[in-house]
Nanobody
Framework: QVQLVESGGGLVQPGGSLRLSCVAS????????MGWYRQAPGKQRELVAS???????NYVDSVKGRFTISRDNAKNTVYLQMNSLKPEDTAVYFCNAAPPSFRNWGQGTQVTVSS
């Protein structure tokens, strides 16, 4: 089974930046489109960015122009560069395939945007 480990979250002021990383175990990472999801308190988990096997990105409108997703298949890692962060970006961020076909979600990484 694929194990996912997210890292890079933290507390940042509005307008700040963070870079999230997600490492996936196993040798099948490169055949999946991958995504970054987030879940804010009291809300459903949502997909905010995805990237195809070949590196084509896609974003939800609320993060377009601020977030950049990338991947390094040699390292089984997907990244999310988040710039111009807003308080409404506060959430726990997770990675998974897109759509989320890996059964075991990671623990996520908390992103808090606050002054």
């Amino acid at each position: 089974q694929v194990q996912l480990v997210e890292s890079g979250g933290g507390l940042v002021q509005p307008g700040g930046s963070l870079r999230l990383s997600c490492v996936a175990s196993g040798s099948i990472f490169s055949i999946f489109a991958m995504g970054w999801y987030r879940q804010a308190p009291g809300k459903q988990r949502e997909l905010v960015a995805s990237i195809t096997r070949g590196g084509m990105p896609n974003y939800v409108d609320s993060v377009k122009g601020r977030f950049t997703i990338s991947r390094d298949n040699a390292k089984n890692t997907v990244y999310l560069q988040m710039n111009s962060l807003k308080p409404e970006d506060t959430a726990v961020y997770f990675c998974n395939a897109a759509p989320p076909s890996f059964r075991n979600w990671g623990q996520g990484t908390q992103v808090t945007v606050s002054s």
